[in-house]
């Protein structure tokens, strides 16, 4: 059996688009610390395989510099704001470019791993409406790719849209990452989390439709939840004509963490956060996944800090944001060592069970080498 991983281990490939180099630069460092990994680091690291030449009316042609075939490839993108300042339309032409290239190449399999991918906000069937998440992986899957990493779609039924005939789609629960820095950071020890936490903190959706991640929060740490509930005016674009929040159990001198999977324009979660301060909680803090912070956000997220109505913002490295220094208390959690033990798991053929399985706080403090070897 250890024949055959590492002959395995030793026929993958990990590389990207323009979009995401650095950040998978940072997966393959994670990837060959890895003992069983580190021989084969010099045929790992691939980020610089894919070139990508233009011609002069602006069409596009993907290179591949050296030899691929037979190997697995794991391909890193990203579609939504990028280290490239690629537009959303122009990343995704490059991916699709870069996946034909690789298969024309011979490459055994292609995985692509979108830490974010920002097509899951269109996964609404209309009669009259396309569906862009159907569209990105349509095309995706007839180039060739053939499996899809990533982290926390907008949606559970966004992987329904996965023909498991032609291909498969592992949606890691990055919430995971803000959950453990919580046990980290903020409390530390099982007595904090018993006499201080379960006493005094509470987890909060931004709406109705968030009520389950929140609920998994509150689940793990095994703390009350608050669930807010908001009515939009549809004739207007992001913008929320009132709030209702529905608690069990006072929200005045609690601290409030308020999840969300992204935060776009923080629109709605202004008008949270503004709905909040009458109750008296004794802070309000604000974690998310992915920081998509389309302008107005930074304004948004910034002066609520200053008026006192917001402390903590905590968000993962999903998105390549390079304005974030703007924005006060922001901490961002790295993600490319968990990325890394997707793809050794993917490599050697092992179970993705630790990956996905359910968060507890009170077993992480008690024994977080646990969490840290899957």
Sequence with gaps: MLRVILIFMNEFVITATRTARAYAARVAESVTNFASFSSFAPSIDGINLLDT???????????????IRGKGVFLFANC??????????????????AVDALKRAQAAQITIFEPYMSSSRSDRTTRRSSVGLWTHLKILSSLGARHFVTYQLHSDKSQAMIDPARCVIDDIPALTLLKERLCDVYIRDLEVLQNTVRNSWAFCSVDAGGEKLARRFANSFGVPLVVAHKQRDYAKVNTVECINILSAEPVEGKVLWIIDDMIDTAGSVEALIRALAPM?????????????????????????????????IMVTDTICCTEMDKIPNLEVVPSAELSAKVIRTIACNASMAKLLDDFTAERYLKSPDLFNSA
Excluded at 53 to 67: L, P, Q, T, Y
Excluded at 80 to 97: C, F, P, Q, T
Excluded at 281 to 301: G, I, K, Q, T, Y
Aim: charged share 30%; no cysteine.
């Design 280 to 312: 008296k909680p004794a802070e309000v803090n604000l974690m998310a996944v992915h920081p998509v912070f389309s302008h107005p956000a930074e304004e948004r997220l910034a002066k609520l800090v200053s008026e006192g109505l917001l402390r903590h």
């Design 80 to 97: 939504a704001r990028n280290e490239a300042g690629l537009s959303v339309d122009e990343a995704k032409i490059e991916l699709y470019h």
């Design 53 to 67: 030449d233009r011609f002069a009316d602006g069409e596009k042609e993907v290179v591949i510099r050296s030899s």
